[in-house]
């Protein structure tokens, strides 16, 4: 079974501070994803990534970039942490951008005061 | 703009009695259809599938419907048991296109 592993489960930051989330895979997996998750809104798309190096924008990319150095790591960044970025985060992945379903990890709960 | 839509936010069932969660979506080029359940502090974890080519696909209890003309899908649970209680939310996608777009999601509560 593939495992998506988002390297912390609650995070509590400061506003204006660079934040830093991981997420890695074990699957050799071709396509990685952050989505956010809000009440009343689902999960939104920030980015997504197709290959190493390689970056597309979601419908929400404002205030966050990523960064995938290695095929098993996507990292998501916010480059000046607000309120209104206060949310659940999920990474997934998949093999195919048309596969079955994605994977995701069990999420970060980031709260930015 | 949300493409997928789940109107009703939250669902109460009798255990054993029939779970149906409803999704609608506006983009006629949708072509490929899931649903995912999620378990509070767990990531959502993929349920059933179902393609443009069909209107129904059905895995032991859970039935997914589309209808096409309507733009609605459908999930069934039958019958519905406590371990069902999460929070449902449908997902589509283009033949073409590089993302799946989810809805806002269905908390379902199965009661004993």
């Known amino acids: 079974d593939v495992k998506v592993t988002q390297s912390s489960r609650y995070l509590v930051k400061r506003t204006g501070e660079k934040v830093f989330l991981e997420c890695v895979q074990d699957m050799d997996h071709e396509n990685m994803f952050w989505y956010r998750q809000d009440p009343g809104l689902g999960l939104r798309l920030i980015y997504f990534?197709?290959?190493?190096?390689?970056?597309e924008k979601g419908d929400i990319p404002e205030g966050y970039s990523v960064s995938r150095e290695k095929k098993e790591r996507f990292s998501l960044i916010l480059e000046s942490a607000s309120t209104n970025q206060t949310s659940m985060y999920l990474c997934a992945s998949s093999l195919g951008l048309k596969s079955f379903g994605y994977t995701f990890g069990s999420g970060t709960r980031l709260t930015v005061v | 703009d949300q493409q997928v839509k789940q109107n009703s936010p939250s669902l109460s069932v009798q255990e054993g009695r029939i779970s149906i969660l409803n999704c609608d979506y506006t983009n006629s080029m949708f072509d490929y259809f899931l649903w995912y359940k999620k378990y509070p502090a767990e990531g959502p974890t993929f349920l059933i599938s179902i393609s443009s080519i069909k209107d129904k696909n059905e895995d032991g209890r859970f039935t997914v419907f589309l209808n096409k003309s309507a733009k609605h899908l459908s999930l069934h649970i039958v019958p519905s048991q406590p371990g069902d209680s999460a929070v449902y939310f449908c997902?589509?996608?283009?033949?073409?296109?590089?993302?799946?777009?989810f809805g806002t999601g269905t908390s379902l509560t199965v009661i004993p």
């Open positions: 997902a589509a996608s283009t033949n073409t296109g590089n993302q799946f777009y």
């Open positions: 990534s197709y290959d190493v190096k390689m970056k």
